[in-house]
T-cell receptor, first 113, second 110 residues
Framework: EAQVTQNPRYLITVTGKKLTVTCSQN?????MSWYRQDPGLGLRQIYY???????DKGDVPEGYKVSRKEKRNFPLILESPSPNQTSLYFC????????????FGSGTRLTVV | SQKIEQNSEALNIQEGKTATLTCNYT??????LQWYRQDPGRGPVFLLL?????KEKRKERLKVTFDTTLKQSLFHITASQPADSATYLC?????????FGAGTTVTVRA
């Protein structure tokens, strides 16, 4: 089944403790992206990647890092999480620009205390 | 900066009627526009993509129009069903940077 898999689904962590949210797609898509969704603010793009080793900032990149060493994986790294990064995170992928829509993962609900 | 506005936060309609959702954008000239459906706590699901040179696109009970002069897209759900209840997101785009509208929540009453 074609899908985007995120792990974990739920995570509670403490301020300052580094964490990684994994994202993997099995569709050989070139493009991958991370979003956060907060009540009243909608979905906001954090980082995106056009292909392996090619990444760029979205609208809200502060406090996050990404890497794209393999085509299928696009992990989101929070080096020093803070409470304002408590949010619902989604990873998405698509074949290329202007080709079809994005396939989203099921989401990761992160709470930073 | 670009701005995306989707009509009224919520739309309540009777089963069988047509729901019409509006998406207006400013300070932007997207090459294409996408519509997604999102259920609470779940990832958005892609519905339709319409390009700037297309006026209208249909998929089953869904119809999307794209007016680049008015900077507006209309999204129609015909013969609505309770299962259509969800939040619908408008996403105009030119490149790899995406901006999502806040969404319109549709509730279809049986």
């Amino acid at each position: 089944e074609a899908q985007v898999t995120q792990n974990p689904r739920y995570l509670i962590t403490v301020t300052g403790k580094k964490l990684t949210v994994t994202c993997s797609q099995n569709m050989n898509h070139e493009y991958m992206s991370w979003y956060r969704q907060d009540p009243g603010l909608g979905l906001r793009q954090i980082y995106y990647s056009m292909n392996v080793e090619v990444t760029d900032k979205g609208d809200v990149p502060e406090g996050y890092k990404v890497s794209r060493k393999e085509k299928r994986n696009f992990p989101l790294i929070l080096e020093s999480p803070s409470p304002n990064q408590t949010s619902l995170y989604f990873c998405a992928s698509r074949e290329g620009q202007g080709i079809g829509g994005y396939t989203f993962g099921s989401g990761t609900r992160l709470t930073v205390v | 900066s670009q701005k995306i506005e989707q009509n009224s936060e919520a739309l309540n309609i009777q089963e069988g009627k047509t729901a019409t959702l509006t998406c207006n954008y400013t300070n932007y000239s997207p090459a294409y526009l996408q519509w997604y459906r999102q259920d609470p706590g779940r990832g958005p699901v892609f519905l339709l993509l319409i390009r700037e040179n297309e006026k209208e696109k249909r998929k089953e009970r869904l119809k999307v129009t794209f007016d680049t002069t008015l900077k507006q897209s209309l999204f129609h759900i015909t013969a609505s069903q309770p299962a259509d209840s969800a939040t619908y997101l408008c996403v105009p785009s030119n490149d790899y940077k995406l901006s999502f509208g806040a969404g319109t929540t549709v509730t279809v009453r049986a």
